[in-house]
Structure formats: C-alpha cells, structure tokens
C-alpha cells in the first residue's frame, strides 16, 4: 500500500516513523539500498539494511547509527549458502519481530565507488576509513548494469499507492535505487502519489556528506539540485517549512510538462515524536490528494 525507498540513517527515521503512526504497519514496505555494501573479512555487511532493521526494532544506536553486535552470523550462512540477500533479510525481519516489509533494492552486488583527487575510493572506505573529507568528483556504482532490482521490490513500486522518498543521501542512497534497471521507469508508471521529502534544511544536511557530494558532482547544494535527480517520477517534494522562500524554484525544477507540487512541513526529526509528526504530516499530505492510508489515533 506504501512503499519507501531509502538509505541510512536519514530514511531510517521517517520508515519508523511511518511504521509507528500506521494503524497497520504492515501496510508498509522498505526498500533499502544496497551499493553501500561490503565485506569484511569475508562477512556481507548491509549497513543500510542493517540501520532500516534495528530502527525499526527499536535496537538502533541512535548515534552510531548502524549496527549491534554479534547478531548477523546465522544470516551470513544463509547468504553462504547462496540464499538472496532478500531472503536473508526477511528472516532477519521475522526473528526482529518488524511487521513493515524490508526489502533490499537487489539481490545483485552494486558497489558505490567515489572519485576523489585522492583516486578512487570504495564507499566505507571514502565514508568510514576517511571520515568523508576528501571532496568528491564523481560518483560510479560498479555492478549496475548487470544488476537487476528485486523483483519483490519491482512489485511494491508497483503495487503502492503511495510512494516516499525518504529524505536520505540523493547521491548514494538513493539515486542507486534508481539507477537500477528498469526502476526509475516502475516509478515513473506508477500509479502511485508520488512524494519526495527533503534531506537538506537551510542550505545543509541534517548528518553526513550530502552538500559535499551535490558540490562536487556539480550540483547546486539546494533542494531544486534534489528534485532534479527524482524529476522523471515525482509528483509533489516536501520542502523543509524553514525553506518555504525556496517553494518557487524547487517547483521550477520538474519536468517541462509535468505538474510538481510542493508542500512544506517540519522535516526535522530529532526524536521519536518529530518522527511520527513528519509521517503524519505526509499521510495528510497523501489524503489531501485522494490517498488515504489509515493512521492510529493521536
Ligand atoms: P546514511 O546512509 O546513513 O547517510 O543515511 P541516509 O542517506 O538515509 O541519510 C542522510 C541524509 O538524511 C542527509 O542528507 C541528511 O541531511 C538527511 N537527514 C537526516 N536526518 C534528517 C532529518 O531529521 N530531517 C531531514 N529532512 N533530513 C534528514
């Protein structure tokens, strides 16, 4: 019924939040990216996964923001055993006891790499090793062609009603995601209230690299730059209520013929309440366009 596409930390919240204000959380799927995936002395790490799972569950270090200890290694046989990532993290999700659906974007290997003027870096290597200070060029995810997405996550864009873009990294959560074969045109055919959130207030992310990374592909650090990467599908883009005075240049952004709407709300959220204040603040954004998704009572 609604369907989220997010990265980490950032998509993370919102995916929590909707899942706390929904009268069925199980009327929501996640779809994660995965090109931030590595390994590590022979172990698969799914980092965003991982955060979208814990959050959910309630487990996440809020800081940190990925991992717990000592919980993947009944999973990573799995994986051994040449199950679908997809799999994996459906058992994950059972024995987290998580109702929304959690799917990653594809079972294929997509890797993001960053071109930097100290060479070409793997994503944790750019993000974690080097604490993403080198400026950023350019931005490949290796893999993609031959990659294809989940078919469980082809379905729940086409199945939505209602399709978020969660307000994560565009650069590297999400434009994987969309960089999939055939994902960017699901989008753009589906039938789906499309809405994307706002990942920058004030001109700066709320954590982590993404006006580095606009900048450094040559992109303005501006909500506008974020429209223009989801253009081909989007319907209306939350802007942050602090950015109101943006509303005539991000609507500007659209497609040539195609209506974007722009809606503010407080996008912050710095607790578990501002969580659940944004997803109400959509849900009621998608009812006033015919999209009604039952919510709990406040
Ligand atoms: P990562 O993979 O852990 O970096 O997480 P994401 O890609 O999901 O999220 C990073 C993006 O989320 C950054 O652009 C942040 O500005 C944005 N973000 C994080 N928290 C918030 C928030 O509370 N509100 C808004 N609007 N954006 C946020």
């Given at each position: 019924?609604?369907?989220?596409?997010c990265?980490?930390?950032?998509?993370?919240?919102?995916?929590?939040?909707?899942?706390?204000?929904?009268?069925?959380p199980?009327?929501?799927?996640?779809?994660?990216?995965?090109a931030d995936?590595?390994?590590?002395?022979?172990?698969?790490?799914?980092?965003?996964?991982?955060?979208?799972?814990?959050?959910?569950?309630?487990?996440?270090?809020?800081?940190r923001?990925?991992?717990?200890?000592?919980?993947?290694w009944?999973?990573?046989?799995?994986?051994?055993?040449g199950?679908?990532?997809?799999?994996?993290?459906?058992?994950?999700r059972?024995?987290?006891?998580?109702?929304?659906?959690?799917?990653p974007?594809?079972?294929?290997?997509?890797?993001t790499?960053?071109?930097?003027?100290?060479?070409?870096?793997?994503?944790?290597?750019?993000f974690?090793?080097?604490?993403?200070?080198?400026?950023?060029?350019?931005?490949?995810?290796?893999?993609?062609?031959?990659?294809?997405p989940?078919?469980?996550?082809?379905?729940?864009?086409?199945?939505?009603?209602?399709?978020?873009?969660?307000?994560?990294?565009?650069?590297?959560?999400?434009?994987?995601i969309?960089?999939?074969?055939?994902?960017?045109?699901?989008?753009?055919?589906?039938?789906?209230l499309?809405?994307?959130v706002?990942?920058?207030?004030?001109?700066?992310?709320?954590?982590?690299p993404?006006?580095?990374?606009?900048?450094?592909?040559?992109?303005?650090?501006?909500?506008?730059?974020?429209?223009?990467?989801?253009?081909?599908?989007?319907?209306?883009?939350?802007?942050?209520?602090?950015?109101?005075?943006l509303?005539g240049?991000?609507?500007?952004?659209?497609s040539?013929?195609?209506?974007?709407?722009?809606?503010?709300?407080?996008?912050?959220?710095?607790?578990?309440?501002g969580?659940?204040?944004?997803?109400?603040?959509?849900?009621?954004?998608?009812?006033?366009?015919?999209?009604?998704i039952?919510v709990r009572p406040?």
């Amino acid at each position: 019924m609604l369907t989220v596409l997010c990265g980490g930390v950032g998509g993370a919240k919102l995916v929590a939040g909707i899942a706390a204000v929904l009268a069925d959380p199980s009327a929501l799927t996640v779809i994660v990216n995965t090109a931030d995936d590595w390994q590590h002395l022979g172990l698969h790490i799914s980092p965003d996964v991982d955060t979208v799972l814990y959050t959910l569950a309630g487990l996440a270090g809020r800081e940190r923001g990925w991992g717990i200890e000592g919980d993947t290694w009944a999973a990573l046989e799995m994986l051994r055993e040449g199950r679908r990532l997809t799999e994996v993290t459906h058992r994950l999700r059972e024995a987290l006891r998580i109702a929304p659906v959690v799917l990653p974007m594809s079972d294929d290997r997509v890797a993001t790499v960053v071109r930097t003027p100290a060479g070409r870096l793997a994503f944790q290597e750019y993000f974690v090793l080097r604490g993403a200070r080198d400026p950023v060029t350019a931005v490949e995810f290796e893999g993609l062609e031959r990659a294809r997405p989940s078919p469980e996550a082809v379905d729940a864009v086409r199945s939505a009603r209602l399709l978020i873009v969660a307000p994560s990294n565009p650069v590297v959560s999400i434009r994987p995601i969309l960089a999939l074969p055939g994902m960017e045109a699901a989008l753009a055919q589906s039938a789906a209230l499309r809405v994307a959130v706002t990942p920058l207030i004030r001109g700066e992310a709320v954590k982590g690299p993404t006006v580095e990374m606009l900048r450094g592909l040559g992109m303005d650090a501006a909500p506008h730059a974020v429209v223009a990467l989801y253009r081909t599908f989007l319907d209306v883009f939350v802007l942050d209520a602090r950015d109101r005075a943006l509303t005539g240049s991000v609507a500007g952004a659209g497609s040539p013929g195609r209506a974007l709407e722009v809606e503010c709300a407080d996008t912050l959220m710095p607790d578990d309440a501002g969580r659940r204040r944004l997803a109400r603040d959509l849900l009621a954004i998608a009812r006033a366009r015919g999209v009604e998704i039952p919510v709990r009572p406040e």
